[in-house]
T-cell receptor, first 116, second 112 residues
């Protein structure tokens, strides 16, 4: 099941903050966040593992609420370079007899545009 | 440390032909996953290989196949190409398939 991202698009001025959410109907082992600029490959931002942790570096951080199976990506004091499409990729807990190794199910993406 | 390398970067093929794409993972990474990205369907998982074994497979027809070599390099093959196979094909490598996954630049396949 594809995770649902919200909002679908965000427009910001430099210096403003944004939150992107990713919700799954399945129990998750991990959530991966990526940013993709037009014509380029997705760039890894961070991974959050089952356990409800929060991570961050620079002005980008994320949290994972295990009870809600929801992750949020926080972008603070946005910069022009933050523009792009943000994807969450979810790795589900393995089913009995199956495996989720190496399989990320991606949301539809959130387009973030930062203006000067 | 070199990143994930995919070749070729661009490819134009005719319907009915077959194509082979290559992916060299980051040194030391043993898991390679393949994804198809299209504007309509987004990023969709094709399959994952670890130590030359396919551990996971997505919902794609049997025309899509892959393999992994002992040096962890992976190839993906699509036979009997259809127009709908036009897409950006991305591979991602990780240490073991349950860790950070890093993408290559992708191969842009156009089927005419």
């Amino acid at each position: 099941q594809q995770p649902v991202q919200s909002p679908q698009a965000v427009i910001l001025r430099e210096g403003e903050d944004a939150v992107i959410n990713c919700s799954s109907s399945k129990a998750l082992y991990s959530v991966h966040w990526y940013r993709q600029k037009h014509g380029e490959a997705p760039v890894f931002l961070m991974i959050l593992l089952k356990g409800g942790e929060q991570k961050g570096h620079d002005k980008i951080s994320a949290s994972f609420n295990e009870k809600k199976q929801q992750s949020s990506l926080y972008l603070t004091a946005s910069q022009l370079s933050y523009s792009g499409t943000y994807f969450c990729g979810t790795e589900m807990l393995p089913n009995a007899g199956g495996t989720s190794y190496g399989k990320l199910t991606f949301g539809q993406g959130t387009i973030l545009t930062v203006h000067p | 440390k070199a990143g994930v390398t995919q070749t070729p970067r661009y490819l134009i093929k005719t319907r009915g032909q077959q194509v082979t794409l290559s992916c060299s993972p980051i040194s030391g990474h043993r898991s390679v996953s393949w994804y198809q990205q299209t504007p309509g369907q987004g990023l969709q998982f094709l399959f994952e290989y670890f130590s030359e074994t396919q551990r996971n497979k997505g919902n794609f027809p049997g025309r899509f196949s892959g393999r992994q070599f002992s040096n962890s390099r992976s190839e993906m093959n699509v036979s009997t190409l259809e127009l709908g196979d036009s897409a950006l094909y991305l591979c991602a490598s990780s240490l073991q398939g349950r860790a950070e996954a890093f993408f290559g630049q992708g191969t842009r396949l156009t089927v005419v």
